[in-house]
């Protein structure tokens, strides 16, 4: 397993890290399977992992609390994140300073922890001025209850700006870490937030990599969907919306790359993500441990020059670029 540093600070995170969004917790067997996972990424070098206090109503940052608790805390990296409700009050979403210390001591007592390595603003709140929560942010850091901060994909690239003038004019502890969705078939961010990024020394770590499981090769033209796989089950369709004759057919040119370098899909397309120098870590999910292997697979896995030509090729994206004239 390959390290780097998030952004310009001193904090190393596994290239992989290990998400819980889709962490099954139903039942004793899933939670068996969870665990084996974690247990697994640790022994494999991973010390990332990914939760928020909205994923399965607090019960992800419980269990991952547990299944982290044998192990030595400074040997791990914990990520959690606030915004969505956490109870019926007015008061009880959003980045109101009442609600992000609300939230960060309810997250750590889940958790077990002194200290949340890392705190995600996991959407923006157009009702709470963007100093209120950036102050609340750095007094967190001050306070030792959270070391560095990062916020959402949805802040965009003019609010990351602002953020930063706000943290210069009153010297605020900085902004850290960027968490955008970015993979081979969603790539807004590089039109500004990367540039934005790398001007600012702030980390990226995408999340969805394999687009919903798009980019894992496992969705084909023409056949149906594997059983048990996200587009037979998931409530939302996200990866439904993503199956189309075009994304498909790009797969499979995709997965022919794939084969002549010797692996597969989805180290491919990890392997992508990582070949970015703005990238700090890429968090996937694993509902077994074979998929977990797999992706660890991708740390260390250069893509070589004419091969990622013909990835860019297929993909056939461009930056928007406004010309007059």
């Known amino acids: 397993m390959k390290y780097r540093n998030v952004g310009k600070s001193g904090l190393k995170v596994s290239e992989i890290a290990v998400g819980s969004w889709m962490t099954a917790l139903n039942g004793s067997e899933a939670q068996e399977t969870a ?6 990424a640790y022994d494999s070098g991973v010390n990332f992992f990914d939760c928020a206090d909205a994923y399965s109503g607090g019960e992800a940052e419980k269990f991952l609390g547990k ?28 980045l109101s300073r009442k609600h992000i210390i609300e939230s960060v001591d309810k997250s750590l007592k889940n958790m077990g922890l002194d200290y949340i390595d890392i705190y995600y603003c996991h959407r ?9 929560t950036l102050r609340t942010l750095s007094d967190l850091v001050s306070q030792g209850k959270i070391l560095y901060y990062g916020v959402s994909e949805e802040w965009g690239a003019a609010r990351i700006e602002k953020a930063q003038s706000i943290i210069e004019k009153f010297n605020l502890y ?5 968490q955008p969705q970015y993979n081979m078939m969603d790539r807004y961010i590089e039109h500004e937030i990367i540039g934005v990024c790398e001007e600012l020394g702030i980390g990226i770590t995408p999340f969805s990599p394999l687009a919903q499981g798009l980019l894992t090769g496992k ?14 089950h998931q409530a939302d369709r996200q990866i439904n919306n993503l ?4 994304n498909l057919d790009k797969v499979e040119k995709l997965e022919g790359v794939a084969k002549e370098l010797g692996t597969n899909m989805s180290v491919l397309a990890l392997a992508w993500i990582l070949s970015k120098d703005c990238v700090s870590s890429v968090i996937t ?12 697979a991708s740390s260390g896995f250069e893509i070589p020059a004419d091969a990622m030509a013909e990835i860019e090729k297929i993909l056939d994206f461009t930056p928007f670029e406004r010309h007059v004239g």
Do not use: C, H
């Open 35 to 40: 665990k084996q996972v974690i247990s697994l």
């Open 124 to 132: 923006f709140d157009k009702t709470t001025p963007m100093e209120e």
């Open 219 to 232: 969705y084909k033209k023409g056949e149906p969907y594997p059983e048990g796989s996200r587009a037979t």
């Open 67 to 94: 299944a982290l608790k044998d192990f030595p805390r400074s040997s791990y990296v914990v990520s959690s994140k606030v915004f969505f409700p956490t109870g019926p009050g007015p008061n009880d979403w959003g």
């Open 285 to 296: 999910g694993a509902s077994k441990p074979s998929q977990l292997k797999n992706n660890i």
């Open 243 to 246: 199956l189309t004759e075009e």
């Open 174 to 178: 900085p902004l850290t870490v960027v």
